[in-house]
């Protein structure tokens, strides 16, 4: 399975259920309410235009409500507050509450190996049973990086099979 399908996976039945809903309906009111008054008249040169517009409308507003969908599925995911992301997704123009999220969001969660809790990815130790989630310096017991010989903190040397 392919990663894309994976993170479509994070958008709740519900924002497919309103997309799929708000795709249909919104863009037949807003092309009936613009353009009823030209096609009654006699004008027909309209209606390949409002075609256009209501397939665009209709894009456009499935793809805005599966984004909003997606942002609250995955800050519950990642241990952040959804419906504040999701408010500001929403309410903030120009989808900057959207750019917003995708750069300030927390990394996903990591689960402790020996309790399962789940864990912000930047500690070093589970906050229930004190298991290291990272490899730890035996000398200060700060997280090192993979790959780091001496600990950049202490600068004792780090044994590969100490974790």
């Known amino acids: 399975m392919s990663r894309f399908s994976e993170e479509l996976k994070v958008i709740p039945r519900v924002a497919w259920a309103i997309a799929f809903v708000g795709a249909l309906v919104i863009p037949c009111l807003v ?3 613009i353009f009823m008054g030209r096609i009654t008249d006699g004008e027909t040169g309209w209606f390949p235009l409002a075609i256009l517009i209501g397939a665009g409308a209709m894009l456009m507003g499935f793809t805005y ?3 909003i969908g997606y942002i609250a599925g995955d800050a519950r995911r990642r241990g952040m507050r959804a419906i504040l992301w999701t408010l500001l997704a929403i309410f903030i123009p120009n989808a900057i509450g959207i750019i917003l999220y995708f750069i300030l969001r927390e990394p996903l ?3 402790c190996p020996k309790c399962g809790a789940a864990a912000n990815a930047t500690f070093t130790f589970c906050s229930v049973c004190g ?3 990272a490899k730890t310096c035996p000398g200060c017991r700060t997280a090192v990086q993979p790959g780091w010989s001496h600990c950049a903190k202490c600068g004792v040397s780090i ?3 100490v974790r």
Do not use: F, R
């Open 109 to 111: 969660l990591q689960h």
């Open 159 to 161: 044994n590969p099979a």
């Open 131 to 133: 298991e290291a989630l």
């Open 65 to 67: 409500i599966l984004i």
């Open 31 to 33: 092309l009936t309410a």
